[in-house]
């Protein structure tokens, strides 16, 4: 291998993907979990009900409820609420930074945050998705408007091209989308942050 190709591939190992803007009704009917190559480090994604792939997601909302777990290795839990329903997120050991920040933020606080959604089957066979935390911040209303605005928009494009790519296609087979169920989630959640 040629020392440029090395470093091309060196480039493309550390590249993250940018966060799919995606509201938490959305990720709350998320079921399809998969990981892209055989390699350890392999990224691992989620297939929304919209049809695209992602493995880091941007929300933005409130933060109604936090607690903290654990005693040798501790934890945060907490809620945040956008405008269609809530985000379960947590932070521990590995998260240290986003941890620490979570720990600082009082509840009823507007966040922004950058996270891994995680697609879990709990032992009674239900199907539980939460958000591993990379990064929190404290915002506001009106940045979170913003958000809305852009989830939105996220949400409408992927809607768009329904059907005429290959992870649409694999969502339709899998979840069999109601395109309508999601405009209707995207449209309502504009409404409710202008009131």
Known sequence: MTPERAEKNNQRKYIREPAKRI????LRETRLQFK??????SPVYVM??????????FFCGQ??????KGDENPFYTARVTDPTGIFFINAGSYQQEAMLKISQIEAGAYVSVVGKPIVRETPDGSVFVSVRVENISETDIETTKIWVDDAAEATLNRLDKFGET??????????NT????FRKMAYEALVRTEI
């Open 23 to 26: 509201f938490a009704s959305e």
């Open 36 to 41: 892209d190559g055989e390699d350890e480090k």
């Open 48 to 57: 929304l009900p919209t049809g695209e792939r992602c493995n880091r997601i």
């Open 63 to 68: 933060m109604t409820q936090k607690e903290r």
């Open 166 to 175: 290959d992870d649409s296609v694999k969502a339709n087979e899998f979840y």
């Open 178 to 181: 109601n395109k309508n169920v």
